[in-house]
Structures are given as structure tokens and as C-alpha cells.
């Protein structure tokens, strides 16, 4: 069994900076990908950031704010992110891609707010 538990969301004030930190565990073959998901009330889930290897994608809303980055020997991955903004606000899930399936964790919330 394969479980991916997140950290580090929380209540932060714009302009501010989180760093979410998820960990791998479990009978892992092959690891295809590593990155983090986000999805706020009323809409879809949306890819945030990926690594495969040592190349990264960010989606556009968040290029230049956010840095993901993996250990592979420790199965860690984690989401810098920096001058967030409240459209920022949203769960985020960590998942881990093998050649034949997805892992999803269960997510930590992000609020951005004054």
C-alpha cells in the first residue's frame, strides 16, 4: 500500500510564503512523477507543479512564485511557494504517478487572507 501524507498548509496573509511538504511511503517500484494538485470550493482539481527527474512544469498562475523540488532517496516532495495571493486559497494534494497509477494524498489546505 502506497501512502502520501501532505504538511505545512495554513492561514497566510498575501504576499506571503508556505512551504507544503509531502511524504512517499510504501512498496514504490517506480516512480514516473512526483508534483502537487490544488482545487478550491466550486472548482475543478488543477495540476500546480510537477518534477520528473529533474525537470519541473508549473502552471502558468503560479510560475516564478512557486519552486517544487523532490528527495528521491527520502520519497519527499515540496512546494515553495512564495508572494501568494488569495486566488491561491485551495486544498492542495501531492501525488505520486507510477507507470500504472496514481497516489493521491489527502490534502492540506491553503488560505490566503487578510
Known amino acids: 500500500q502506497v501512502q502520501l501524507v501532505e504538511s505545512g498548509g495554513g492561514l497566510v496573509q498575501p504576499g506571503g510564503s508556505l512551504r507544503l511538504s509531502c511524504v512517499a511511503s510504501?512498496?514504490?517500484?517506480?516512480?514516473?512523477?512526483m508534483g502537487w494538485y490544488r482545487q478550491a470550493p466550486g472548482k475543478q482539481r488543477d495540476v500546480v507543479a510537477t518534477?520528473?527527474?529533474?525537470?519541473?512544469n508549473y502552471a502558468d498562475s503560479v510560475k516564478g512564485r512557486f519552486t517544487i523540488s523532490r528527495d528521491n532517496a527520502k520519497m519527499l516532495v515540496y512546494l515553495q511557494m512564495n508572494s501568494l495571493k488569495p486566488e491561491d486559497t485551495a486544498a492542495y494534494y501531492c501525488?505520486?504517478?507510477?507507470?500504472?497509477?496514481?497516489?493521491w494524498g489527502q490534502g492540506t489546505q491553503v488560505t490566503v487572507s487578510s
Open positions: 518534477i520528473t527527474g529533474g525537470a519541473t
Open positions: 501525488y505520486l504517478r507510477t507507470i500504472t497509477r496514481a497516489y
Open positions: 510504501g512498496n514504490i517500484l517506480s516512480v514516473s512523477s
